[in-house]
């Protein structure tokens, strides 16, 4: 760590905090400056304490880290990519770019037997569907629960396809990974550290989405509490931030998906369809999500989207999705990433 | 609600909105404009279907609420401003602005008694302090748990303060309603929605922090989470949001505050230490805060806040505590509030 | 538009409502609801008065637009896409994606034509550079100004490129356009109108920015005080925008490429160097901006980018922009956008 | 500045840094770390070029600047409050929180007169008003230009009130300055740098907007544009910023407020009515901005602001600003700055 000291810090000030930097376990090393100086830290920052709070001393202007944060799931600590089997399905390194497809909510058997059915004939090898919902007001459609399980497993059955479903509760992570083939965790969650825990504990795979207003280098500490609990399984998933812009519902930021296939050797997801909230705008962004480098997309999918119960605005129906799917094909062999 | 329909769409396509807008329980009113035309839906919008999946119509070109969301918090609700009495100690209405007070993490028996003495002798009545910390990384020091919750238990019985301390799972909603007299929610888990279902039914009054992101709509309808389990002692915590400035940490939203307690009955709470993240704006934020209409303040202190576990740039030592709770004296008296 | 009226508003403050509305030059068209009314107001909003200012009536609670605020630009105007033609170079429509780029700022003569020949060789057709630079601090290197063109003119005589340059002040916007093919407009001044007015009326082609923080709405308003000055070959360009994240100096909003192109005529530019400030990022950046639609690229090139005198850290040197054009080819082949 | 080397790097790496660091006229410091190296570069960062070039070197991981960017507008340059005089009303320092009040855009000289003398009566000594008006589209009112600043003379005669209104343009700054007493720099001109050298020259003194997404840093680096032209009677506005927040137009950060005080030796400013964006928590935010050390309020007052031509959501009428001007006495009274 670097530590700034105020201009016009006498020697004794100076003194001060290099002694506290030695306390807390670092070498000082300081740096007296023409107009300002510095007391470099030398030390592993991450096993050592912050030193952030030395801020707190009125000579101190600032502490600045050297070192980045997240350890595990950097390629420092592996460097070939993390490739998931998800019972036979690959993703990530240079597997085709997988598509996972479905309804936002798992509304009915009819509904969700369809959209299985449908989504597969176009191309894609999992479902989605939420069974437990979080819903901005508890007024709203908060999904069917342990039914919407039994239903995904239905589908499961019948499709061969696997199952992406988001876990809500710390309580339900036995239940909830009984189904599920992968366990989704949603932005609303993505700093519910207790339930990035529970999740990695049950050892499926996990897909983390970003937080609403997570700075990628918290997305990224996000899933090194996975992973530090032993569970390497790890897809980062974008799915838009929250910015003041308001046609779209969020912003979806693709530099992130570049930044994540470059520090991290985790596989990287894309959520257009919560990325901007707007089923017309899906297409253009699946293809942008693939031109950046994205190991796999995750798509809406609801039989009549204006009857849906949840978040209709962004669904597409089973013959935009198979257009997509179809539209995607020579971008997919260009970038070599084909099924 | 109202369905805004894309210019030139003919009888048909209108007609179609009419017929969908009925099926899902209002009565549609058609309004034929010069350029564009809208359908008004008649009905109750927190008790029917949302209307926003017609923006999976292709005619449909925006669907707009008229309605607010929140009802069980609103001023329709319930018309005389909620006055919380924890244990003797009066939040919100024309009760005395409070000082809840204390470190950011327990970090010992000393530490903490000794800042509870110092506190309660400046004139806090609540002792703030983490026992459980959600923490950005692994690697931090997620403070002492149970330990924590013990220490607090000490600390309350030898200075008669009330304890806040925050909730992290939902694990542990029972254990930590032993010891808390307030359950805080924290900031990132402002959606944990199980999370604040659990808290909820212990029956302890509850601080519910404003998401990072969290638009005050969503805020509040977090609050109405609480409230429809039956618990209505709810404090909202305004922490300031996260914005593109890089100066202080958050940025505090005070017309959040005048916000709240115009659209609300319930006491609204102010948090400057983690609003700025940085003590020496500390004071400045205290007084802003009362000033717009605060029921009370929140504020981090420390023994040695360049010794501090955890976030020692925002908090103030135990002098400038005293400082700060004495020069509050004239604005407290001036706005009526005063202990 | 709709104006909202708050529940439990009597008749006597609805007719009051209606009155103005009328008085505002619209028809009025009140829908009594269950639980609230509203007013729908019918007109054209964009040649009458706004109804925001019926907010300050104490029944409002609010007032929703129901037409959108964009005219020029829009596809109701002109349904086929513009065709820029910049002395020979053709952008938009399904025109090759173009090519622009050169550095940050122009700093010497041989900086410049080193440059402009490098990015020709490697298929640019339109050069950048900075004779005239906003800089966020006085202290900072402001451009060369008059001699700043005078060196563009002269890589233009010598490699036959295109030139874009930024414009600053309206007092400039005739010098400029004598040496400048496309008359840039940066992102600070994406609201500066008198600005967008003076350069609208050299009757050059114009790149316009979009501002920091400006709304995709904001941004097409922007552009049609252009062509609302008779000059309709206006470029829109995506720079990236303002949000908390700290890793990149911008977030892209490709999305907002993919609204562009679906809302207006116009053709739309990616600066992928300035929209995310980081030399690694810009090549998956420019694969992402042409799958989801640009017309064109714009992109930082320096002969040697530690020695730039701004922004060396977003800029990428000749070698890696002729690996970045030529790894382009295969994408811009298959969205048939190659030369 | 600090260079952080990335981990790994060979010896002949560092080395290129340091002779780079040399090169660019800095003593280097290089500190060898256990897991990662930095250079620390000695020399006056506001007169040496930015090191931040360096980031484009491959080894390079980041570059994090030591000193604060601005100079003459720090209390280092200047240690005692800037008052400035404007024909009599004092404004910063201890001198009484000034009321600058008036209607968003002046309309008729009926509308400006009567505002005029009623907010003097009610205890304002600065009346504000736009003659040229920055809008959103081209389609709203634009001001009545000349027009309005004839109109402003004539308030200004008939009530001994002084006059800010808003410079848009280079070309204005003569004629504007001839009406205006106070120059105000818009906030979508915040970083028009031109347009602030061009406001500087005429002497008066300015009102400086913050930018809709204007970090601090570079608020403040606004100012010393104007004060290294010469002219340093400056006062800062802090206005709202731009967040994710839509229940108001604009973030009030009441925290800059505080920083700019702290920081600098320039009056501060609040502007609720824009901060907000409603006219109902205009009161609430008046308090707020007194408590927390602002040197004066720039409100707008309407005769009937549901008639308003622009901004009437956000404009008071005469009887509720008299109300405000009233409220805040005791609270002028407890900061020690009534008049």
Redesign the interface.
């Known amino acids: 760590m670097?530590v700034?000291i105020k201009?016009h810090t006498d020697r004794a000030g100076i003194d001060e905090v290099i002694a506290?930097v030695k306390r807390l376990g670092y070498q000082p090393?300081p740096?007296i400056?023409?107009?300002?100086s510095?007391v470099?830290a030398?030390?592993?920052e991450?096993?050592h304490?912050?030193l952030?709070?030395?801020?707190?001393?009125p000579q101190v202007e600032r502490?600045?880290r050297?070192?980045k944060?997240?350890?595990l799931v950097s390629k420092?600590a592996r460097s070939s990519p993390t490739v998931i089997d998800v019972d036979g399905v690959k993703i990530g390194g240079g597997a085709p770019v997988v598509l996972m497809a479905g309804p936002c909510s798992v509304e009915s058997e009819e509904q969700l037997l369809e959209t299985a059915h449908a989504v597969r004939a176009a191309g894609a090898t999992i479902l989605r569907g939420g069974a437990f919902k979080?819903?901005?007001?508890?007024?709203?459609f908060q999904g069917l629960g342990k039914d919407g399980l039994r239903l995904l497993a239905l589908a499961k059955k019948a499709t061969g396809l696997k199952i992406v479903t988001e876990l809500?509760?710390?309580?339900d992570a036995d239940l909830v990974a009984e189904t599920a083939d992968i366990l989704q965790i949603g932005a609303?969650?993505a700093?519910?550290?207790?339930?990035l825990v529970a999740a990695a504990k049950t050892g499926k795979p996990i897909l983390l989405k970003r937080?609403?207003?997570q700075?990628?280098?918290?997305w990224l500490?996000g899933a090194?509490?996975i992973l530090?609990e032993g569970n390497s399984n790890v897809m980062l998933c974008e799915r838009g931030?929250?910015?003041?812009?308001?046609?779209?519902r969020n912003?979806?930021?693709?530099?992130?998906?570049?930044?994540a296939?470059?520090e991290t050797h985790l596989p990287v997801i894309v959520d257009p369809s919560q990325?901007?909230g707007?089923?017309?705008?899906v297409p253009?962004?699946c293809?942008?999500?693939?031109?950046?480098?994205a190991d796999g997309l995750l798509i809406e999918v609801?039989p009549r989207?204006?009857?849906?119960?949840?978040?209709?605005?962004q669904?597409i129906d089973f013959a935009r999705f198979a257009q997509l799917a179809e539209s995607l094909q020579?971008?997919l062999r260009?970038?070599g990433r084909s099924a």
């Open positions: 670097i700034i201009s506290e090393r740096i400056g023409e107009l300002q510095v470099a030398i030390g592993d991450t096993t304490n912050s952030e709070s030395l801020n707190a001393l502490v600045l050297v070192q944060r997240w350890k420092e979080p819903r901005t007001s508890p007024y709203e809500l509760s710390e309580h609303r969650n700093q519910n550290f207790r339930l937080g609403l207003s700075r990628v280098e918290e500490l090194e509490y530090s931030i929250r910015t003041f812009e308001t046609y779209t912003t979806l930021d693709l530099a992130a998906v570049a930044i296939k470059s990325g901007c707007r089923a017309d705008l253009a962004l293809a942008g999500a693939v031109a950046v480098g609801h989207p204006a009857e849906a119960l949840s978040d209709g605005q669904q020579p971008l260009t970038v």
